[in-house]
């Protein structure tokens, strides 16, 4: 406020300038040692040390004002009552006093926080030089909040006569946690080591799963082709190249070249029609980018349409994907002969993991319905 010193310092250190301004006017009434301080920075610290951090925190200094404005606020009301007659005992006032004040600290704290996270993206957008103010800084300002609210009940404690008795059951309940932590940390440390590996083992298991059915849907498929087509060696060599790209993309994470789900259905469409020679009409409505589950999602199309070109008996088949903000749905159709999902064999993971398990994993769900002469649908569901 005078000169900048205080300014300077506290954009040094990444704290409020309102804290350095507080100590260093305690430090002047204790004998004037805040004054001869308060030079001796103006003279020794370069001007240019403050000036590129020390910038303007209105959000901080409201917080700070608006506790110390509530604390202020509450001791005139108390003082205002107390010269009408109506008695309050200072054991009563100060308590009160800190409290207000360090509960309208940390509430504007919270509020100017998320009004600041806000303004920040606001500003990154328009200017990428945009910086967030510090974390110490703001847990400088909520550390000042809860030691006001602590040292209110120090205070009322103190005034009562009742800190010794407080003193000794807080003895008391750290006797009681020390020896309830003593007698069941082994036990704690067991369910938290046995939590840790069956979440591992979950995690394993679910890549095991995603593993067997893109084998299942890519290197199975393709070798299958291969079986059939072994009368020609070009077709065979071009099977075998567009898989080895397809895994070798695969397992260096590489994303696919679509954008989006409905690019997605078509390309997935577009590759079936071509190694299976069936009419494969995709309508996409909506499109939504491709994250993990949109990829399984177009991964269990891919299988469904997989499927009904090869048992189809060679109808056409129709893909009908539709996104909306709710939810994402596929419909998979064809005229075929049909068959009955309760009669897949056990040992055939192409409907029960490709499609309906991995749907599962990722949070959707998968319907299958068919008829003996009636074709197929398949209908799937993932929630956004």
Known sequence: ????????????????????????????AAGGFGIVLYVACLIL???EAGSGAARPRRAGRAAIEVGFGAGLL??????????????????????LVLVAAGGALLWRQSAAAVAESSEVAEASEQEPAAVKEPRRTLISRTGLGVALVIAAGIVFLQATGSLSAARNVLLAVLVVAVGAGVIFAPWI????????????ERIRSQERAEMAA????????TLALMQKR?????????LARRQERELRSWLSGRESDAAGLGAALEA??????????????VVAVGEVPLDPPVEALVAATREAMLNAAKFGGGSPVDVYAEATPERLEVFIRDRGPGFDPAAIPADRRGVRESIVGRM?????????????????????????
Not at 20 to 27: D, E, L, P, S
Not at 230 to 238: G, I, L, S
């Open 189 to 200: 440390a067991r369910l938290v080591r046995s939590l840790s590996a069956e979440r591992s």
């Open 230 to 238: 072994a009368d020609d060696p070009r077709e065979v060599a071009a």
């Open 1 to 28: 406020m005078i000169a900048g010193v205080c300014a300077g310092i506290a954009g040094y250190f990444g704290v409020d300038p309102l804290l350095v301004r507080i100590g260093f006017v305690i430090a002047a």
């Open 214 to 221: 893109h084998l299942h849907d890519s290197v199975l498929q």
């Open 45 to 47: 610290i370069p001007a």
């Open 268 to 281: 997935a469409a577009d590759e079936i029609e071509q190694a299976h020679g069936v009419p494969i009409e």
């Open 74 to 95: 509450l001791l005139s009301l108390l003082l205002t009552l107390r010269a009408l007659g109506i008695w309050f005992s200072d054991a009563v006032v100060w308590p």
């Open 360 to 384: 599962e994993r990722h949070g959707g769900h998968a319907e299958i319905r068919s008829a003996e002469g009636g074709g197929t649908e398949v209908e799937l569901r993932l929630e956004r």
